[in-house]
């Protein structure tokens, strides 16, 4: 790590990766991470059944859904508290940081808890306690997100390897009414399912809703093909990114980002005691951040099988996004593991299944087929 830069604003520290790193971004050509301080949602038991018959903890089968939580709660941090916040332990958090945390809480009337995951994952044909992958995960939180009106956020879930610049800027500029964010009460106690208690809607329209953008991608067969690792840690380089949702096979991590050939990632897999509120609605808010060092992995170690993650606060963030993808089709010897258009392609014209009937033998066939880790994807040949 000798050659390593650090961008001016950021203060480079004796130990970048001990004990509260990442609390400064390193940028340079070798190393790069998420923004703001990432937080850690790991696996709990105890009250997961919610007072039903369900299961009381998601070890072993929740570790992708915990990294679903994690990718979006960064990009709730980003929204609401911005990229250069940082967590300090012991240090008085704006109302807005317990309403972020608040909305992970493992209470089946929090917007991303996993009860919540897991039952909207019914719809996408996952059995409660069934393995998830990537895209299954992206898809559901881009459900629960519509009823998140605090953040308001545009989720797209960019399918076929394809960033269809149209279908975004038409998302974002929808137009929701504004959440008053800046309305928040003056007791820190006081708020609600990730909404703070006296933030109201607004009837004002926002120009544009800030983007969470979920890119799930095959990088390879069976292990990443060599020619997307230097686009892929150029990912973690660009200020928009949330990182990388991941692993191996029924072994899922949140990559934050990398040094030299090492994915920096955080583990879900240590199970801790389910979080509750007390009576003034404080949340004991330090097992969601890192007790110990993040964890490496080799990047080639990775599985091809992955979703990307960014968030665009602004139309000018996703256009200076836009300029950076494009910038790295011009990576000597690497590949762009996804295409960036400005419309839909007619090729990826999505046909009317509703009006398609199968018989049995067929139906079966496609249960098959996308019973898998591997979901929906295309394996194109180089």
């Known amino acids: 790590m000798a050659d390593v830069r650090f961008h001016p604003h950021f203060r480079p520290r004796p130990l970048p990766l001990g004990p509260d790193w990442p609390r400064q971004r390193p940028v340079a050509s070798r190393c790069g991470t998420v923004g703001a301080t990432p937080l850690s949602v790991g696996g709990r038991r105890g009250k997961m059944d919610a007072g039903g018959t369900g299961p009381t903890s998601d070890t072993g089968w929740g570790c992708m859904l915990r990294c679903g939580q994690m990718i979006f709660a960064q990009a709730l941090v980003c929204r609401h508290l911005g990229r250069d916040w940082r967590w300090t332990q012991r240090k008085r958090q704006p109302d807005s940081y317990f309403s972020v945390l608040n909305a992970f809480i493992d ?13 909207m994952g019914v719809g996408e044909g996952k059995s409660i306690g069934q393995w998830y992958g990537p895209n299954t995960v992206a898809q559901v939180l881009k459900k629960l997100a519509v009823f998140d009106m605090w953040s308001a956020l545009a989720v797209h ?4 390897n394809t960033v269809v610049m149209e279908d975004i800027r038409r998302l974002c500029r929808g137009g929701l009414p ?3 964010a800046a309305a928040l009460p003056a007791d820190p106690g006081r708020h609600c399912n990730g909404f703070p208690a006296g933030a109201e ?19 390879g067969l069976t292990d990443i093909n060599e020619a997307y690792v230097e686009t892929l840690k150029h990912c973690f380089m660009m200020p928009q990114s949330l990182g990388v949702i991941g692993g191996k096979p029924n072994s ?9 050939e090492e994915l920096i990632y955080l583990d879900p897999h240590t199970t801790q005691p389910a979080v509750e509120f007390a009576d003034s609605c404080f949340i004991p808010d ?15 170690e990775l599985d091809p099988s992955i979703a990307v993650g960014f968030f665009c606060q602004t139309e000018e963030d996703f256009d200076d996004w836009c300029q950076r993808v494009r910038k790295l089709s011009l990576l000597g010897g690497a590949l762009p593991m996804f295409e960036l258009v400005e419309q839909q392609p007619s090729h990826l014209a999505c046909p009317d299944v509703l009006n398609l009937s199968l018989d049995s033998s067929d139906v079966e066939r496609l249960e098959r087929f996308f019973d898998s880790e591997d979901e929906d994807f295309e394996i194109l040949s180089l």
């Open 178 to 180: 504004c959440a008053g």
């Open 286 to 300: 330090e097992s969601f951040h890192c007790q110990h060092p993040p964890s490496r992995m080799g990047v080639r």
């Open 201 to 219: 809607v607004s009837n004002r329209l926002a120009p544009w809703r800030p983007l969470v953008l979920l890119i799930p991608l095959r990088l």
């Open 252 to 260: 899922a991590h949140y990559f934050i980002g990398y040094v030299g």
């Open 157 to 160: 879930v960019a399918m076929d």
């Open 107 to 119: 209470r089946k009337d929090s917007y991303y808890s996993i009860h919540q995951i897991a039952q």
